[in-house]
């Protein structure tokens, strides 16, 4: 008899203990999550930090780049205005009659009077 009351204590023993473990494994397992839970609010939080810098960049980079674009057309458009101020003034020289019925000198006429003669020759 003296086997089973023993027997019977060792079970509650066993049960006891399984009973904690189970209780002290929930617990551990409870603060494990607790921590990972924390752990991923800060790489969130890290995450975003990074993100606002690099769109901070970002804006910083395409804003020069909008400055040097705007510099340029600028200089473009400038350069536009004085291709068609000469343009314009060219018009005008070209429209007074410059030639009065000759078109060569008298040396240009006697370079092409000896082509002339050179190939008769021939």
């Known amino acids: 008899m003296l086997i089973v009351v023993a027997a019977k204590f060792w079970r509650e023993i066993i049960i006891g203990f399984l009973a904690f473990l189970l ?7 409870n603060y494990k999550t607790g921590q990972l839970k924390e752990a991923d ?16 960049a970002l804006t910083e980079a395409q804003n020069k ?3 040097v ?27 007074r009659p410059i030639y009065l019925n000759r078109c060569f000198d008298d040396d240009g006429l006697s370079e092409i009077n000896s082509l002339i003669k050179t190939s008769d020759s021939s």
């Open 23 to 29: 209780l002290s494994t929930l617990a551990v397992l």
């Open 41 to 56: 609010q800060k790489c969130f939080t890290q995450i975003q930090d990074i993100e606002r810098k690099q769109v901070k």
């Open 65 to 67: 780049v909008n400055e």
């Open 69 to 95: 674009s705007e510099d340029y057309e600028k200089l473009k458009s400038e350069h536009r205005v004085k291709v068609e101020r000469v343009t314009h003034e060219v018009q005008k020289i070209v429209e």
